[in-house]
């Protein structure tokens, strides 16, 4: 699960919620965040080049 954190986003506020934790992702560990800095929140050529290596990234650890 990828999950982009914009402004205002409280993660913690996220997690309080019973459904969250019994998300299969969040009980194996599969959860990816990016905040409101990442190109994520943006479109085109290269964001999405970008978005592509960040998932790349985040599931070949």
């Given at each position: ?29 599969h ?8 190109s ?22």
């Amino acid at each position: 699960m990828f999950v982009v954190q914009g402004k205002g986003v409280n993660r913690d506020e996220m997690k309080k919620d019973p459904i969250w934790s019994q998300m299969p992702a969040v009980k194996n560990g599969h959860v990816y965040v990016f905040d409101d800095s990442s190109s994520w929140l943006y479109t085109g050529a290269i964001a999405n080049s970008q978005m592509i290596d960040d998932v790349l990234k985040s599931v070949v650890k």
